[in-house]
Structures are given as structure tokens and as C-alpha cells.
């Protein structure tokens, strides 16, 4: 896996980038831990605007944004 990897990088406690390129393409996998619906809402808001910035960021021809949302609906 290590020839492939381009960059990681962790952005917060809750969010890291990695980017890899697999046969020339690029693809930028963000991991991410989202605060609980019992956080604060501007800490929820922050989260997800660091997200949207990170995503920006580092966008590459393929992008994934995984992890755990802890969304609360049921």
C-alpha cells in the first residue's frame, strides 16, 4: 500500500485526509468522526464546515468521505 500513498495528513482529531494514487488517479479518502447530536450546535457546524473545506482542498478525480456521522435518527 505505501507506493500509492500520495499524502496523509490528519487535519483534526476528528477529521484526516489521505490521498492515493492508484494507476495514475488520484483519489482523496476523508475519514471523519462527527461529534454527537449532543454537542454543541456550533461545534456540529464547525465539524462540518471543516469537512467541506478539507474536501476542497484536497479533491482529486475519485473522493470519498467516510467514517462515522453520529446523525442520531433512527
Known sequence: ???FIHLIQGIT????VL???????MMTILQVYAPTVA????????????VETT???????????MGDFN???T
Do not use: C, D
Open 1 to 3: 500500500m505505501k507506493p
Open 13 to 16: 482529531g476528528r477529521i484526516a
Open 19 to 25: 490521498i492515493l494514487n492508484i494507476r495514475n488517479q
Open 39 to 50: 454537542s454543541p450546535e456550533e461545534e456540529i457546524e464547525e465539524f462540518y464546515e471543516t
Open 55 to 65: 474536501l476542497n482542498k484536497f479533491k482529486t478525480e475519485t473522493n470519498i468521505v
Open 71 to 73: 446523525s442520531g435518527n
